[in-house]
């Protein structure tokens, strides 16, 4: 379904140029991640934390040229191709990894960070390290991404900012997606933060207790966009098993 420029701006908060760039976007041509694609942004959390999240990295400083530049944005979607490509077991996450890696030879604007992502994306299981991840695997499986930051001019407090508002953003879009798909996930041995959580009816509140958290924390850059994570928490108790 059409998301529109402002749609992203009144209802997430999305700076108009950085809406109108992702709306007015063509789908990349032999991308996994978009494949039989016709819009790059509608309706779907997967497509819709890009503008959002973009919108964020300029609210903490990076200028739009910067964000914007094509050889960056090509860089983003070669993650997001193969990132697709690992989850549909195209290729091993060893694979995924030194696809990426390769791509940014020689573009690493901070390597002290780059090399603490690496080692926190070569574990077995992304587990809490250093200053990367949750608490919870299942709501780290999107921190990949994470690459696009080693592409920018990011200075230490912006990093720092940057990561903040990441693992406020992203892990609630999984919550609401995991809430919704738990029966199928469950059946299928797909991660989950409700299983990661315990199960149960204490399993539910808790990750209802994250997504409030992090809305408090997205408040901080973000009203609108926190305002939506918290109506969206109304919706997701529907989604509670009555007999739990």
């Given at each position: 379904?059409?998301?529109?420029?402002?749609?992203?701006?009144?209802?997430?908060?999305?700076?108009?140029?950085i809406?109108?760039?992702f709306?007015?976007?063509k789908?990349?041509?032999?991308?996994?991640?978009?494949?039989?694609?016709?819009?790059?942004v509608?309706?779907?959390?997967?497509y819709?934390?890009?503008?959002v999240?973009y919108d964020?990295?300029?609210?903490?400083?990076i200028?739009?040229?910067?964000?914007?530049?094509?050889?960056?944005?090509?860089?983003?979607?070669?993650?997001?191709h193969?990132s697709h490509?690992?989850?549909?077991n195209?290729?091993s996450?060893?694979?995924?990894?030194?696809?990426?890696?390769?791509?940014?030879?020689?573009?690493?604007?901070?390597?002290p960070?780059?090399?603490?992502?690496?080692?926190?994306?070569?574990?077995?299981?992304?587990m809490?390290q250093?200053?990367?991840?949750?608490n919870?695997?299942a709501?780290?499986?999107?921190d990949?991404f994470?690459?696009?930051?080693?592409?920018?001019?990011?200075?230490?407090?912006?990093?720092?900012?940057?990561?903040?508002?990441?693992?406020?953003?992203?892990p609630?879009y999984?919550?609401l997606?995991?809430?919704r798909?738990?029966?199928d996930?469950?059946?299928n041995?797909?991660?989950?933060?409700?299983?990661?959580?315990?199960?149960?009816?204490?399993?539910?509140?808790?990750?209802f207790?994250?997504?409030?958290?992090n809305?408090?924390?997205?408040?901080?850059?973000?009203?609108?966009?926190?305002?939506?994570?918290?109506?969206?928490?109304?919706?997701?108790?529907l989604?509670?098993?009555?007999?739990?």
């Amino acid at each position: 379904m059409f998301m529109s420029v402002g749609q992203l701006e009144t209802q997430m908060g999305v700076n108009k140029t950085i809406g109108r760039f992702f709306v007015d976007r063509k789908p990349p041509e032999n991308n996994n991640y978009w494949k039989k694609r016709l819009l790059y942004v509608s309706f779907g959390n997967g497509y819709l934390f890009i503008p959002v999240y973009y919108d964020i990295l300029h609210r903490i400083g990076i200028p739009l040229e910067v964000l914007l530049n094509e050889a960056h944005i090509f860089f983003m979607e070669q993650i997001m191709h193969f990132s697709h490509l690992q989850e549909t077991n195209d290729i091993s996450k060893e694979e995924e990894q030194k696809l990426i890696r390769d791509l940014l030879k020689d573009r690493v604007h901070n390597k002290p960070f780059y090399e603490s992502l690496t080692k926190y994306q070569d574990q077995v299981v992304r587990m809490s390290q250093d200053v990367f991840g949750t608490n919870y695997p299942a709501l780290n499986r999107a921190d990949t991404f994470l690459y696009v930051l080693c592409d920018l001019p990011l200075n230490v407090l912006q990093l720092r900012q940057a990561l903040r508002y990441w693992y406020a953003l992203l892990p609630s879009y999984l919550i609401l997606d995991d809430i919704r798909d738990y029966a199928d996930d469950k059946s299928n041995g797909e991660e989950n933060v409700v299983i990661d959580l315990g199960e149960g009816r204490g399993a539910y509140e808790d990750a209802f207790a994250i997504l409030r958290k992090n809305s408090e924390v997205m408040g901080e850059i973000n009203p609108l966009m926190a305002e939506l994570l918290l109506n969206q928490l109304e919706d997701l108790k529907l989604y509670v098993p009555a007999n739990i």
